[in-house]
């Protein structure tokens, strides 16, 4: 099976969920995939309220924003179905991260990660050793 492409069936408007994050951009000519900028300003705007981001949404409501993001690119999300149901949106942005093929935080950086882990850790070690 080959890779996937940003493509939509039957169109020619890229994908916005579950498409490479680099192509997406290079093909969007954006800094920043407008799901993910619209989505943090509303949750900046509306979603101060516990567990904005643990919380889920609506399924449907997810899924009628994701349809949305796919074919409008930039929703009206002052519409009362996101309004009432905040969750949605910040379920809708959960879902634009883990449905990337590639990790935000990429494999080949993974041991860079786990090294600067592992040394920040030791760092605090150090210092709590010589506080006490």
């Known amino acids: 099976m080959g890779r996937q492409r940003g493509k939509r069936k039957g169109g020619n408007k890229e994908r916005v969920f579950g498409c490479d994050l680099l192509e997406h951009l290079q093909s969007s000519g954006q800094d920043i995939p407008q799901v993910l900028k619209s989505c943090s ?12 981001y643990r919380l889920s949404g609506v399924s449907s409501n997810i899924q ?9 690119n930039t929703p009206d999300l002052n519409k009362d179905v996101y309004l009432q ?9 959960k879902a634009y991260f883990r449905e990337l093929p590639n990790p935000l935080l990429t494999y080949q950086l993974y041991d860079k990660f786990a090294v600067s882990d592992i040394f920040l850790k030791s760092i605090n070690l150090t210092a709590d050793f010589v506080d006490n």
């Open 41 to 52: 300003e509303f949750v900046e705007k509306h979603g101060i309220v516990d567990g904005i």
């Open 64 to 72: 009628k924003l994701r349809s949305e993001f796919d074919t409008e």
């Open 85 to 93: 149901d905040i969750h949605c949106v910040s379920s809708t942005c």
